[in-house]
């Protein structure tokens, strides 16, 4: 076969520049791509990815959306713990970090064959499966990520009025504060510090327990997973585990709706990880649908288009639903947003929300807001968010 393709994702350790120098010089493979954050991954096309146990972003579910786009995952560890953690999250192959580049080479080119292997027997699948009338299996809940473009905006707001209006379709709802900056879903909703997210990722990590297990029930119909209590405990976990959490909550629910941090820019942090922000770069990159909260002002606008543009990348062909949250003024305002959206940000929807001083009471009393044009205008949201989801158990 032809030299292998092959993406390394970015490691401090020495096999990476050891395997970089050893193709350089002899060949048997070549780089295709350096993955510095998990969009890269699936950007370029290459045969076998090979990946840290300690890549901050590695989780199960980036290992299956690598996966399912045909590569193959190699996974390199140091330590016993890390092998169980790679062979846990469904790697393909793993590899000791002491092993020679003749080694890695000789490794990746047997996972590269295997690829082919599985593409001859995939088309003769397909081929059997062609006219079977069998019923599919269930497919998975979605995830719709909330954010705001910049702080203050109401995003938090917005998610839990989504949360409790899937919640009232009679969905299965969770509502996951992953707010890395400012967490304040348990505030919002008058509701205990723990369990929270760590408890969460605890009890996969471990084994210990059942992830649900966090979650809290609220009166209105959704449970919730609560965020840190303190945004300093975020520099200690990866994102990887935090996504590794929610996906595991979209295998038995509806839709999880989950609320993320305004800053979504990229931060130098070193080889380890993707940044300060990477949670929530990570979970927009993975999202079904992300709206996206904004204010009515002119600054507001700005803010928007620049939020766009820094996850331009990462957004790729996901539906972007925009929300004008608080809005109060008229037609004329209302149309000179509108236009100026869908020329820089064209997105798939825009919303008004109209400023509501029940939020207020409601924010007091950790309740949801009572009906009214606010409720209402996130109804609207929801119709064009989530459709389909909306429609499978409403029958409507």
């Given amino acids: 076969m032809s030299d292998v393709s092959i993406g390394i994702a970015a490691s401090s350790r020495d096999w990476s520049l050891g395997l970089h120098r050893f193709v350089a010089d002899h060949g048997g493979a070549r780089v295709r791509v350096r993955v510095m954050h998990p969009e890269d991954a699936f950007d370029e096309a290459y045969d076998v990815l090979v990946i840290d146990d300690i890549t901050s972003f590695l989780s199960a579910h980036f290992v299956r959306e690598v996966q399912r786009r045909d590569r193959k995952v190699l996974g390199v560890f140091e330590e016993t713990a890390g092998e169980r953690r790679l062979h846990s999250l469904g790697v393909d192959a793993v590899i000791s970090t002491v092993a020679t580049p003749e080694q890695f080479i000789a490794t990746i080119v047997d996972l590269a064959a295997s690829r082919e292997v599985d593409e001859e027997f995939a088309e003769l699948v397909a081929g059997l499966d062609e006219g079977d009338d069998s019923p599919a299996a269930p497919d998975k809940g979605r995830l719709l990520v909330v954010g705001g473009a910049g702080g203050g905006v109401g995003a938090t707001e917005i998610a839990v009025a989504i949360a409790g209006e899937l919640a009232d379709r009679r969905l299965r709802v969770v509502l996951v504060d992953a707010d890395d900056v400012s967490p304040n879903v348990a505030q919002r909703m008058a509701m205990p510090l723990h369990p929270n997210i760590r408890t969460a990722m605890d009890s996969l990590q471990h084994h210990s327990g059942n992830v649900s297990e966090a979650l809290v029930p609220h009166p209105s119909g959704f449970f919730v997973l609560l965020g840190l209590p303190n945004v300093r405990d975020w520099a200690e976990i990866r994102s990887g585990d935090a996504v590794d959490v929610i996906d595991t909550l979209v295998d038995s629910a509806d839709v999880v709706v989950v609320n993320v941090s305004p800053m979504v820019e990229e931060s130098m942090a070193g080889s380890r990880g993707e940044g300060r922000f990477g949670v929530t770069r990570h979970l927009i990159s993975l999202a079904d649908d992300v709206a996206l909260v904004a ?102």
Wanted: contains cysteine; charged residues 20%.
């Fill in 295 to 396: 204010g009515q002002s002119p600054t507001a606008i700005v803010r928007t288009i620049n939020w766009v543009a820094d996850t331009h990348a990462l957004l790729g062909q996901t539906s972007l639903h925009l929300v004008v949250n608080r809005f109060q003024d008229g037609v004329f305002v209302r149309g000179e947003i509108e236009q100026e959206m869908h020329d820089l940000v064209r997105p798939s929807s825009i919303t008004f929300v109209p400023y509501d001083p029940k939020i207020a009471r409601a924010a007091w009393e950790g309740t949801r807001v009572a009906k009214s044009g606010f409720c209402k205008a996130v109804a609207t949201v929801v119709d064009r968010v989530l459709p389909v989801a909306t429609k499978q158990r409403t029958g409507s």
